[in-house]
């Protein structure tokens, strides 16, 4: 555990050579790559989100490509598509920029939902079907969201079946006064981003990826992840509680997690910490509820502090 601890750290330390005071928001991107998920990130412009994908993709030497997702976007301009190749009679597939390691789809609640609904194959089974044919992705395929608030003009809001796709929503949020002059000084001359390298192998990446599921979880542990899950189901608040998808997320949050600290086995305190991050976007509250100011965040909390933690036994 040690080893993958350091070298996890060490992928960490690259990233924040980029990004600066967000070691949580970093911890948390590395943890969703480490269970082969996907992550969204809602916040307002220029906090940093594209330069975060940008700089997990060049710390592990990964293919990394950018759409803009705008209303005029289509899914073919995502996926690819059949063109006609009239000197030899047949069709022949250009594939789009989702063929990748690691996709950064920047503003993605800005385009309509059917083209939002063009990822939804590639995110849950990494691959894609063109006119009845299948074609695979990468082994190592990441997607990274950014969403902007929702109540910026010109979004469309993801439907409950995309936002399950993605394994964890986090916020970046802004820096501190002395991190943001950080920032400035990097910047003088040229972006940090263009001397980023790779600390990481592809292959280094999946041995981490394969021990996530063997850190050790009690059975106890198990029970208050799905405790915590069945309360959403049940919250006054909540018109919508989290699916069983949400039980194994957090297990394996939780493990990358420990992983991540050089644990070998989940504590009851590395599940609370990230309930949230994994939960939040799976919740839906009642219209109600939002007008008095109730929060998805606000609701976890309030499960957290009532379901009982399991103690260890001696």
């Known amino acids: 555990m040690s080893d993958f601890n350091n070298s996890l ?13 967000k070691k949580d928001v970093i911890d948390l991107a590395v943890i969703t790559l480490l269970c082969r998920g996907h992550l969204l990130i809602e916040d307002v412009p220029g906090l940093g989100k594209t330069m975060l994908a940008r700089a997990i993709a060049g ?13 005029d976007l289509l899914p073919s301009d995502i996926t690819g598509v059949s063109i006609y190749n009239q000197k030899n009679g047949e069709f022949e597939f250009r594939s789009g920029p989702v063929f990748t390691n ?39 395929f990441m997607v990274i969201a950014t969403q902007n608030p929702i109540e910026l003009q010109g979004t469309y809001p993801l439907p409950e079946a995309q936002l399950d796709r993605f394994f964890m929503k986090i916020k970046v949020g802004y820096p501190s006064m002395d991190q943001e002059v950080k920032v400035m000084e990097m910047q003088v001359k040229e972006h940090p981003i263009h001397s980023i390298s790779s600390v990481l192998s592809s292959s280094e990446l999946k041995t981490m990826q394969d021990a996530v599921k063997d850190v050790y979880l009690d059975k106890s542990v198990k029970e208050y992840i799905v405790q915590i899950v069945d309360a959403t189901r049940e919250h006054t608040h909540l018109n919508l509680g989290a699916s069983p998808r949400g039980s194994i997320y957090l297990m394996r949050a939780s493990q990358a997690m420990a992983l991540l600290q050089g644990v070998s086995f989940v504590e009851p305190s590395i599940v609370k910490h990230m309930a949230v991050p994994i939960l939040s976007h799976r919740i839906m509250v009642k219209p109600q509820s939002k007008l008095e100011g109730i929060t998805p965040e606000k609701v976890l909390e309030d499960i957290l502090s009532s379901v009982p933690v399991p103690v260890r036994q001696s």
């Not at 609640?109 to 079907?129: A, H």
């Open 59 to 71: 710390s592990l030497a990964l293919h990394f490509k950018r759409i803009q997702f705008t209303p």
């Open 9 to 21: 750290n060490k992928l960490s330390e690259n990233i924040e050579k980029v990004i600066v005071g």
């Open 102 to 140: 690691i996709l950064l789809a920047d503003e993605i609640n800005r385009t309509t939902p059917r083209t939002q609904s063009s990822l939804l194959e590639s995110m849950e089974e990494s691959q894609v079907t063109i006119d009845g044919k299948t074609y695979p992705l990468p082994e190592t």
